[in-house]
T-cell receptor, first 115, second 114 residues
Framework: DTEVTQTPKHLVMGMTNKKSLKCEQH?????MYWYKQKAKKPPELMFV???????INESVPSRFSPECPNSSLLNLHLHALQPEDSALYLC??????????????FGPGTRLLVL | GNSVTQMEGPVTLSEEAFLTINCTYT??????LFWYVQYPGEGLQLLLK?????DKGSNKGFEATYRKETTSFHLEKGSVQVSDSAVYFC?????????????FGKGTKLTVNP
């Protein structure tokens, strides 16, 4: 199994809703990432988990709350989002075996629309 | 800090034409370099990578050579197909906070016409 899966594929939510995005990988990778991608832009890093611990938070607003329940699963909890948060949210993983310059493997993304 | 500069698009080619997408980088250390491709409506897929100077990455007819002397990693393909239409991102790895961080270029949209 060499893929990263994300659910749901599409999500529409109101500004008062609470929703969660889910990401899963079964490659034994120990680093997992959340990215946000706006149209016609490169992905922007949001969070990094290494060995299930949050290692990087790129000053993301608190309305985005990541969670890593185990080494295979990564969630992104959403609450009180703004319309400008509408974007493609990408999850990625990498082995983090201690070697530098590891490849990140991306999921297909969740396309989020905030109304 | 580290950065990646890639040629502005969009790039429009006819089928079987030669493709070059330029990418140059700035890095303090010895990064790995990557090309990712994003097909319409999809996530990113790794196309190829190179981890040290003079390495050549190749996949699906695409090639790129890690040139330390010119700090470049240009993407080439000898004969493009309609199915190559996508956005291509050049990226480098940057070890920060104990985890890999990818620094992306802005992306180049390629359209191949039949």
């Amino acid at each position: 199994d060499t893929e990263v899966t994300q659910t749901p594929k599409h999500l529409v939510m109101g500004m008062t809703n609470k929703k969660s995005l889910k990401c899963e990988q079964h490659m034994g990778h120990r680093a997992m990432y959340w990215y946000k991608q706006k149209a016609k832009k490169p992905p922007e890093l949001m969070f990094v988990y290494s060995y299930e611990k949050l290692s990087i938070n790129e000053s993301v607003p608190s309305r985005f709350s990541p969670e890593c329940p185990n080494s295979s699963l990564l969630n992104l909890h959403l609450h009180a989002l703004q319309p400008e948060d509408s974007a493609l949210y990408l999850c990625a993983s990498s082995p983090y075996s201690g070697r530098l310059q590891e490849t990140q493997y991306f999921g297909p993304g969740t396309r989020l629309l905030v109304l | 800090g580290n950065s990646v500069t890639q040629m502005e698009g969009p790039v429009t080619l006819s089928e079987e034409a030669f493709l070059t997408i330029n990418c140059t980088y700035t890095a303090t250390g010895y990064p790995s370099l990557f090309w990712y491709v994003q097909y319409p409506g999809e996530g990113l897929q790794l196309l190829l990578k190179a981890t040290k100077a003079d390495d050549k990455g190749s996949n699906k007819g695409f090639e790129a050579t890690y040139r330390k002397e010119t700090t470049s990693f240009h993407l080439e393909k000898g004969s493009v197909q309609v199915s190559d239409s996508a956005v291509y991102f050049c990226a480098l790895s940057d070890l920060g906070g104990g985890s890999e961080k990818l620094v992306f270029g802005k992306g180049t949209k390629l359209t191949v016409n039949p």
